[in-house]
Nanobody
Framework: QVQLVESGGGLVQAGGSLRLSCAAS????????MGWYRQVPGQQREVVAL???????NYADSVKGRFTISKDNAKYTVYLQMNMLKPEDTAVYYC?????????WGQGTQVTVSS
């Protein structure tokens, strides 16, 4: 099993910044992808940014140029730097890990952007 601990959500004004962190522990050998998803009540969970341990990142079109995903090379910790936040970025953000065909999810952290 993989355990994920998220931090960094909160309330920010439009145009502001937040940084989310997600630390993985437990059975971390074999993790291939770490990333972030978000979900608004009544809507499907959507991908925000993914980081492939073999190299490469992917971003949702709506966050390109504003969000950056990165990883601490010394730890299984992934970060999501969110700049120029917009009210439509308001959601619960979930950390995701993919390991040998299985998905693991964090508990979610609320991000609220006020206009």
């Amino acid at each position: 099993q993989v355990q994920l601990v998220e931090s960094g959500g909160g309330l920010v004004q439009a145009g502001g910044s937040l940084r989310l962190s997600c630390a993985a522990s437990g059975s971390i050998f074999g993790i291939s992808i770490m990333g972030w998803y978000r979900q608004v009540p009544g809507q499907q969970r959507e991908v925000v940014a993914l980081l492939n341990f073999g190299g490469g990142t992917n971003y949702a079109d709506s966050v390109k140029g504003r969000f950056t995903i990165s990883k601490d090379n010394a730890k299984y910790t992934v970060y999501l730097q969110m700049n120029m936040l917009k009210p439509e970025d308001t959601a619960v953000y979930y950390c995701n890990v993919q390991r040998w065909g299985s998905d693991y999810w964090g508990q979610g952290t609320q991000v609220t952007v006020s206009s």
